[in-house]
């Protein structure tokens, strides 16, 4: 299993200011993802994060506004830039871990309101 | 179109009853399917994993079935709890990406 730390819990920011999210994993793993949960809907990836690499982003996302940090294997931050209202939702990031069955882990998620 | 689509998009049961979910997928081929509870303001956390080749997966109260045939999924929950309470949602593991596809989920609310 894996215990991922998720901070801040919740923020609220203005308009155009960012927001760096941090996460830290209780155990080395190669890959951190980072999903979008906007209200009443399913998680979208944003982008996988490696280590020693950039990160990888999904369709619809790009590097200039959600900036990610891989320093080390049990850490990454992802910051939300020049924030808008649209980008009001919950952030989580998340881990695999192989076993039987591989088995993602999530952080308890970053809830952000931009007023 | 969602490549997995659950239903019902909300329910509301009486604790100590019980109650089934649905999950309808179109990802084929796939490596998982897993179900996950996600309690209000909380990651969500899982429940069950099963793969392509299993049947059915007990947690507890909770019991998942699979039927890759027609491609569905249910989750069965017993004797609900008022700690119940909280989103479920499918999720499916694409094999040829490796990349999990998550449905909408179903918010389920337990009464007293």
């Known amino acids: 299993s894996a215990v991922i730390s998720q901070k801040p819990s919740r923020d609220i920011c203005q308009r155009g200011t960012s927001l760096t999210i941090q996460c830290q994993v209780d155990?080395?793993?190669?890959?951190m993802f980072w999903y979008r949960q906007q209200p009443g809907q399913s998680l979208t990836l944003i982008a996988t994060?490696?280590?020693?690499?950039?990160?990888?982003?999904e369709s619809g996302f790009v590097i200039d506004k959600f900036p990610i940090s891989r320093p080390n294997l049990t850490f990454s931050t992802l910051t939300v830039s020049n924030l808008s209202p649209e980008d009001s939702s919950i952030y989580l990031c998340?881990?695999?871990?192989?076993?039987?069955?591989?088995?993602?882990?999530f952080g308890q998620g970053t809830r952000l309101t931009v007023v | 179109k969602n490549q997995v689509e659950q239903s019902p998009q909300s329910l509301i049961i009486l604790e100590g009853k019980n109650c089934t979910l649905q999950?309808?997928?179109?990802?084929?081929?796939?490596?998982?399917l897993r179900w996950y509870k996600q309690d209000t303001g909380r990651g969500p956390v899982s429940l069950t994993i099963?793969?392509?080749?299993?049947n059915t997966k007990s947690n507890g109260r909770y019991t998942a079935t699979l039927d890759a045939d027609t491609k569905q999924s249910s989750l069965h929950i017993t004797a609900s709890q008022l700690s119940d309470s909280a989103s479920y949602i499918c999720?499916?593991?694409?094999?040829?990406?490796?990349?999990?596809?998550f449905g909408q989920g179903t918010t389920l609310q337990v009464k007293p």
């Open positions: 998340s881990v695999e871990v192989m076993g039987f069955a591989t088995e993602a882990f």
């Open positions: 155990s080395q793993v190669t890959m």
């Open positions: 994060a490696n280590q020693g690499s950039e990160a990888t982003y």
């Open positions: 999950c309808n997928y179109t990802v084929s081929p796939f490596s998982n």
């Open positions: 099963m793969t392509f080749s299993e």
């Open positions: 999720v499916v593991s694409d094999i040829n990406t490796g990349k999990l596809i």
